[in-house]
């Protein structure tokens, strides 16, 4: 994604991405953000959340188009685990940065089982 430009203010590529694994992160059943065997050595010693597997794009009505790709735990209802990253998503897009977003898609690639 390219800077997003909202009411004067420009964000810098990553930055939403960045709101976006956050927010997706702190949703209960989700493992990780991207493909878990993607993120390898990085997502273990980088200080910031990875934005591998979350692509947004800017519709004709200047609103988000996000879409998120997670691995979740075993035993949660995928349905409601995915409702629950696209209400979150939205929400924090909206509070931090104020855009409104259009979609939030989400893919579910793996499964984990805790350990």
Do not use: C, H, W
Not at 15 to 33: D, K, L
Not at 65 to 75: P, W
Not at 86 to 93: F, I, P, S, T
């Amino acid at each position: 994604m390219n800077e997003l430009n909202l009411d004067g203010m420009a964000l810098a590529p990553g930055v939403v991405e960045t709101i976006v694994s956050i927010a997706t992160n702190e949703v209960e059943g989700v493992a990780s953000v991207g493909s878990a065997a993607a993120g390898g050595l990085r997502s273990v010693f980088g200080s910031k959340p990875s934005t591998q597997g979350i692509d947004i794009a800017v519709d004709e009505d200047d609103k988000l188009a996000i879409s998120v790709r997670v691995d979740v735990y075993y035993g949660y209802v995928l349905p409601d685990l995915a409702a629950n990253v696209r209400q979150a998503v939205a929400d924090a897009v909206a509070s931090q940065v104020g855009a409104q977003v259009s979609s939030v898609d989400v893919y579910i690639d793996g499964i984990q089982f805790a350990g």
